[in-house]
C-alpha cells in the first residue's frame, strides 16, 4: 500500500514557492557585465601620457631647434623700425651764381608718449616729476603753453608728432632737455630768398617736396637726389635698443640747376612790365630778353606772378608763364617775315616802289591799312616804316603761298621752342591748303596764325644774329663739385636768310624806329624794332613791340607784350616806352657798349 502510493502519486508542492515554470521555446541568455582589469587601464593611461609628452618635446625641438632662426628673424622685425633721411634738392641758381632756390634743412620734433612719465623719476631733488617736468620744460623751447605742451605728451601712443619744420636751434634746445622720448627727424624746407623774382621761371614745390611746376619740375630728376634711410632695433617702450642691430645709407643731395637768368635783370623786367600793365589797363604782361647769339634767355618776366614760397596766394592763371603759354596773333610784327622772304627770293629790293592807297580788293576781299590815309607811293622801306597792311599784301602776292609758309616755320613758328619749361604751347600755322579767302592776304601781315612771346622773340632774333635762329634755353647747365657748370648741349640752329638778307632787314627795321622820336628809341643806341597789335577771340587787343640794339652790330633781342588791351593801341605806344627802358637797363646790365655807327638811311617814298 504504502509503495503504491509513493508511485502513483505527485510530489506535493507549497503553493507559491519552487521553481517558476519555464516559458516554451529557446531562451536568451543576456551577457554579464565585466569588471575591467586595472592593468590594462593603467597600462592604457602611460601610453596616452607618452604620446603627448612626445608631440610636445617634438614642438619643443622644432620651436628652439629647427624654426629657432625663422622665429628669431620674426622677432627683430617686429622690433626693426626704419627712417628716411630726405636728399636735399639742388640749389637754382643764375647766371651769376646768385641763389634763387635752396633746400635748408629743418627737423620734425615727436615725442613717444610712453616714455615721457620716466623723465626726472629718480631725481631726488625734483619736485615735479614726468609729464608736468617734462611740459615745463618743452613749453618755451615750443612756444606753447605748459598745459598744451602737457596735453601733447601724454598718452600711450609710441610716436606723436608735436611740432614740424622747426630750425636747427629749436631742435638742438628741445634734445638738449633730454626728456625721455622726444625725438627729432630731419626734413627739408624749400626756400626762394629772391621771393617772386623769377617764381614764374623756378616753380615751386608741394609740402611734400614733390616738385609742381616750372624748373622744379622740368628738372626734378637732377635737383630731388635720392633718399637715404636709417634702420634700427627698439623696445617695448620705443627706445633705441643700444646692442641691436642699426644701419644707415646716406641721403645723396640733388645737383645745382644753373639758369640764363640774370637776377638783376629779371627783377627789372618784372617791374617795368608791372608799370605798363597798370598803366593801360591789361589784363596781363610779358617781357623777353633774349641773345640772339647764343639762345640764352636772360629775362622771361611776367605780370602778375607769384612768389613761390607761398604759391597758393596767386591765382592759378598767374602761376605760369605767358610768355610761352599764351597764343595771339603776332599782327604787324609778322610784316618782317613776309618781307625777308620776299628780299631772300628776291623778288623785291628795299627800293621797289608801291603805289598804297588806304583800302584795296585782293581776289574780292577787301583789305585796308590801320587808319585812313591818301594814297600814298612807298617803297618797300616805307612799306615797313609805315606799317602798311595794303603795301605788304603786295609784296606778299609777288611770292607763291606755300613758299611764305615755308619761311614762317623755318622761323620757327608753328612749333614750341623747346625752351625747358612745361606748359608751352605751339601756336598754330595752317597749312597753305587751308588759306581759304582772306587768310591768302592776312598772314603777310599776322593774322591767320598763333605764336607766343618767346617764338616771336626767338624769330626776329634771326636778324640780329646774320640770318641764323637759334633755340631759346633757359638753362646753362648742372653745376659740378669743382663749381664749373656742365652745358647740357649745345642749342640747335638753323639758317633761315643768308647774311645779306639779314643785314637789309637790319637796316630796314632801324628805318622803322626813328631815334629820339620813337617811343622805343634808346639814348646813344640804334633800335632796330617793329610793333605789333592784333585782336585776339574775345575782343581784347594784344600790343607788342620788338627790337634790338645796336641795330648795327646786336647782341640782344627783347620783346614787351601786353595782354587784354580793351580798345587798340598801338604797340609803339603801349608797349614802346616799355621798351624802351628795359632795353636801356639791358644794355648797361650786359656791359654792351654804343657801336657809334648811325643806321643807313633808306628812302620811303618814290
Known amino acids: 500500500m504504502a509503495s ?23 531562451q536568451l541568455r543576456l551577457p554579464q557585465a565585466r569588471v575591467g582589469n586595472p ?55 643764375d647766371r651769376n651764381g646768385t641763389v634763387l632756390a635752396s633746400s635748408v634743412k629743418r627737423y620734425d620734433i615727436w615725442v613717444n608718449q610712453r616714455q615721457v612719465v620716466e623723465h626726472l623719476k629718480n631725481s631726488e631733488t625734483a619736485e615735479v616729476k614726468g609729464v608736468a617736468a617734462a611740459a615745463k620744460e618743452l613749453a618755451p623751447v615750443l612756444g606753447w603753453s605748459e598745459s598744451e605742451t602737457a596735453e601733447k605728451l601724454t598718452g600711450e601712443r609710441g610716436f606723436v608728432y608735436l611740432l614740424k619744420n622747426v630750425e636747427p636751434e629749436v631742435r638742438d634746445a628741445a634734445i638738449a632737455l633730454k626728456i625721455p622720448g ?51 632695433e627698439r623696445g617695448s617702450g620705443g627706445q633705441i635698443i643700444p646692442t641691436g642691430s642699426q644701419e644707415t645709407t646716406p641721403a645723396v643731395d640733388g645737383s645745382d640747376v644753373v639758369l640764363t637768368i640774370d637776377r638783376d635783370l629779371q627783377w627789372k623786367a ?56 599764351n597764343v595771339f596773333e603776332p599782327g604787324s610784327t609778322g610784316k618782317v617775315f613776309t618781307m625777308a622772304a620776299a628780299i631772300e627770293e628776291g623778288t623785291v629790293t628795299p627800293a621797289s616802289q608801291y603805289e598804297v592807297p588806304y583800302e584795296m580788293y585782293f581776289d574780292g576781299h577787301r583789305i585796308k591799312d590801320s587808319r585812313p590815309h591818301p594814297d600814298q607811293k612807298l617803297t618797300l622801306a616805307g612799306v615797313l616804316k609805315n606799317s602798311s597792311n595794303v603795301g605788304t599784301v603786295q609784296i606778299s602776292e609777288t611770292l607763291d603761298p606755300q613758299v611764305r609758309y615755308d619761311y614762317l616755320r623755318a622761323f620757327g613758328l608753328g612749333e614750341k621752342t623747346g625752351v625747358q619749361l612745361p606748359g608751352e604751347s605751339a601756336g598754330t600755322v595752317h597749312p597753305v591748303e587751308d588759306w581759304n579767302g582772306r587768310t591768302r592776304f592776312t598772314t603777310s601781315f599776322g593774322q591767320g596764325y598763333s605764336v607766343n612771346a618767346l617764338q616771336m622773340v626767338s624769330a626776329v632774333g634771326t636778324f640780329a644774329n646774320d640770318g641764323v635762329r637759334v633755340q631759346p634755353s633757359l638753362i646753362a647747365g648742372i653745376r659740378q663739385e669743382d663749381g664749373t657748370v656742365r652745358p647740357l648741349g649745345e642749342p640747335a640752329s638753323t639758317r633761315v636768310v643768308s647774311s645779306e638778307t639779314a643785314t637789309t632787314m637790319r637796316e630796314l627795321m632801324d628805318n622803322a624806329v626813328e631815334d629820339g622820336v620813337s617811343g622805343a628809341s634808346v639814348t646813344g643806341y640804334a633800335v632796330a624794332g617793329k610793333s605789333g597789335t592784333a585782336q585776339v577771340g574775345d575782343g581784347t587787343y594784344t600790343s607788342s613791340f620788338i627790337g634790338f640794339a645796336p641795330a648795327d652790330d646786336p647782341e640782344i633781342v627783347i620783346g614787351v607784350y601786353l595782354f587784354g588791351l580793351n580798345s587798340f593801341v598801338s604797340g609803339s605806344r603801349a608797349a614802346g616806352p616799355a621798351f624802351s627802358e628795359l632795353t636801356t637797363f639791358a644794355l648797361q646790365n650786359q656791359s654792351i657798349a654804343p657801336t657809334g655807327q648811325p643806321g643807313r638811311e633808306l628812302a620811303d617814298e618814290w
Open 270 to 325: 618784372q617791374q617795368i612790365v608791372a608799370g605798363a600793365v597798370e598803366q593801360h589797363g591789361a589784363t596781363g604782361g610779358s617781357a623777353v630778353v633774349y641773345n640772339a647769339r647764343t639762345g640764352e634767355v636772360l629775362s622771361l618776366a611776367e605780370h602778375p606772378t607769384y612768389d613761390p614760397n607761398d604759391p597758393g596766394a596767386a591765382e592759378e592763371q598767374d602761376r605760369g608763364n605767358r610768355s610761352i603759354s
Open 182 to 232: 622726444i625725438g627729432a627727424d630731419p626734413v627739408a624746407d624749400r626756400i626762394y630768398p629772391a621771393g617772386s623774382v623769377g617764381g614764374n621761371i623756378l616753380g615751386f614745390v608741394g609740402a611734400d617736396g614733390t616738385a609742381l611746376a616750372g624748373t622744379e619740375l622740368s628738372f626734378d630728376e637732377q635737383l630731388r637726389g635720392v633718399d637715404g634711410k636709417t634702420t634700427y
Open 39 to 93: 592593468a590594462t587601464r593603467h597600462r592604457l593611461l602611460i601610453t596616452l601620457i607618452m604620446v603627448a609628452v612626445l608631440a610636445l618635446s617634438g614642438r619643443l625641438i622644432w620651436v628652439q631647434g629647427l624654426d629657432a632662426s625663422a622665429r628669431a628673424e620674426e622677432a627683430i622685425a617686429q622690433r626693426t623700425v626704419s627712417r628716411t633721411i630726405p636728399a636735399l634738392r639742388g640749389e637754382i641758381l
Open 4 to 26: 503504491s502510493r509513493r508511485s502513483g502519486s505527485a510530489r506535493p508542492t507549497r503553493s507559491g514557492g519552487g521553481r517558476r515554470p519555464q516559458p516554451a521555446g529557446p
